[in-house]
């Protein structure tokens, strides 16, 4: 079992910055970042594998990244340029357990989500 703790949201105007942090209780391979806006369904927005390899959204391509630091078992997405539609739950997650990288169902263990708002 590996716990995921999420800090860092919070709410900024339209072109601001937020860094998101996930603490993990162990390293896992794959860590991700999803997200998930009032009545829609859980979209992937950014993953990362152990050597460093990262796939992106279409949506936050060139304006979110996601790194990671091993030694402190822990996973960082850095938002820049935000905007009203990045407005949603943030969540990490790890241990992905089937294919699809950006794919919900794929992880074993998820974060409890931090709010990130947006306003124009």
């Known amino acids: 079992q590996v716990q995921l703790v999420e800090s860092g949201g919070g709410s900024v105007q339209a072109g601001g910055s937020l860094t998101l942090s996930c603490a993990a209780s162990?390293?896992?391979?794959?860590k991700a970042w999803f997200r998930q806006a009032p009545g829609k369904e859980r979209e992937g927005v950014a993953v990362?594998?152990?050597?460093?390899?990262?796939t992106y959204a279409d949506s936050v391509k060139g304006r979110f990244t996601i790194s990671r630091d091993n030694a402190k078992n822990t996973h960082y997405l850095q938002m820049h340029n935000l905007k009203p539609e990045d407005t949603a739950m943030y969540y990490c997650?790890?241990?992905?357990?089937?294919?699809?990288?950006?794919?919900?169902?794929?992880?074993?263990?998820w974060g409890q989500g931090t709010q990130v708002t947006v306003s124009s």
């Open positions: 162990a390293n896992t391979v794959n």
């Open positions: 990362i594998d152990s050597s460093g390899s990262t």
């Open positions: 997650a790890a241990f992905r357990v089937a294919a699809g990288p950006l794919n919900p169902a794929a992880y074993r263990y």
